[in-house]
């Protein structure tokens, strides 16, 4: 009875060594499974959290140098609105000064331009009186130099409108193009800002994620080292059934077999 007991316990523990140590190597290659699934994982997380950092820190810097471009093209649209303030406003003086300037020559050329001449009476002269002979009136020449003055203060008036009129379109164009870049800068930062703000919650998912995939990581290479350790244990409690299975439970049989030999042939002697 003490042999079938002993033969039977060997068994159980034959079968308990294969389904643990089977188990046990299942474990470990499902944990080294997922410790390079992990580390892949990290590696991944790793290359996506430095190009998401790169992307926000260059993103950020095309912000403010944006910002920057707004700023000078404010200060360089309002210095140039003061020139043009400036321009128009002596370019107006210019004209109504010699507009006033050509209307008064004008009346005064008009004047020196009219034929002289007037009714005369004569009277005769003595030795205390020049008497009031005939008047010899000279006669006035057109004055044709008036004419090329009031023709040069013409063409500085034109010039001067001209300057003016140029000086209005090119700040009309000025105010246009700068009105526009104000706004398409405008339209580029929200879209910056919308992307920022994308990209810094996936960096932010993605440090979240790091963290979790590190602790699992560790959890894992932890469980890794307690199915060693078991796995050590197991081969200490089991190799040596395992390897003499075949042979000791021969031997027990046959010394089993034997006994049962020996009790029939000592029942048959009696």
Same mark, same amino acid.
């Given at each position: ?17 294969? #389904?643990?140590?089977?188990?046990? $190597?299942?474990?470990?290659?499902? !944990? ?5 699934? &992990?580390?892949?994982? &990290? ?23 944006? =910002?920057? =471009?707004?700023?000078?093209? %404010? ?9 043009? =303030? =400036? ?14 300037? &050509? ?18 009476? #004569? ?15 000279? $006669?006035? #020449?057109?004055?044709? !130099?008036? %004419? ?11 010039? %001067? ?20 870049f104000m706004k398409d800068s405008n339209k580029a930062i929200i879209t910056y800002t919308e992307k920022l703000t994308s990209m810094k919650g996936s960096l932010g998912a993605a440090k979240e994620?790091?963290a979790i995939s590190k602790s699992d990581l560790k959890a894992t290479m932890v469980e890794l080292s307690d199915l060693h350790d078991t796995s050590g244990n197991l081969h200490k409690s089991c ?13 027990? %049989?046959? #010394? ?15």
């Open positions: 009875a003490q042999l079938k007991k002993q033969q039977a316990d060997e068994i159980a523990h034959r079968d308990w060594c294969i #389904e643990e140590l089977a188990a046990n $190597k299942r474990e470990t290659e499902a !944990g080294y499974d997922a410790k390079t699934s &992990l580390e892949t994982k &990290l590696a991944d997380l790793e290359k996506t959290i430095g190009y998401l950092t790169n992307e926000i820190d260059a993103t950020t810097a095309a912000v403010a140098e944006m =910002q920057e =471009q707004m700023k000078r093209a %404010s200060e360089n649209r309002e210095a140039e609105n003061a020139d043009y =303030q =400036q321009t128009v406003t002596d370019q107006r003086m210019t004209q109504m000064i010699l507009k006033k300037a &050509l209307a008064r020559m004008k009346q005064v050329y008009a004047l020196l331009q009219q034929e002289p001449g007037a009714p005369h009476i #004569e009277t005769s002269g003595n030795h205390t009186d020049a008497g009031n002979g005939p008047a010899r009136f000279t $006669k006035y #020449e057109k004055h044709a !130099g008036g %004419s090329k003055v009031l023709a040069m203060l013409e063409t500085v008036i034109a010039d %001067s409108q001209k300057t003016e009129d140029e000086a209005i379109r090119s700040e009309q164009e000025a105010q246009s193009m700068y009105e526009n994620d790091q190799d040596f059934i395992m390897n003499t299975f075949t042979d000791r439970q021969a031997a027990r %049989s046959a #010394e089993m077999d034997a006994l049962a030999e020996a009790k029939s042939i000592l029942s048959g002697m009696k």
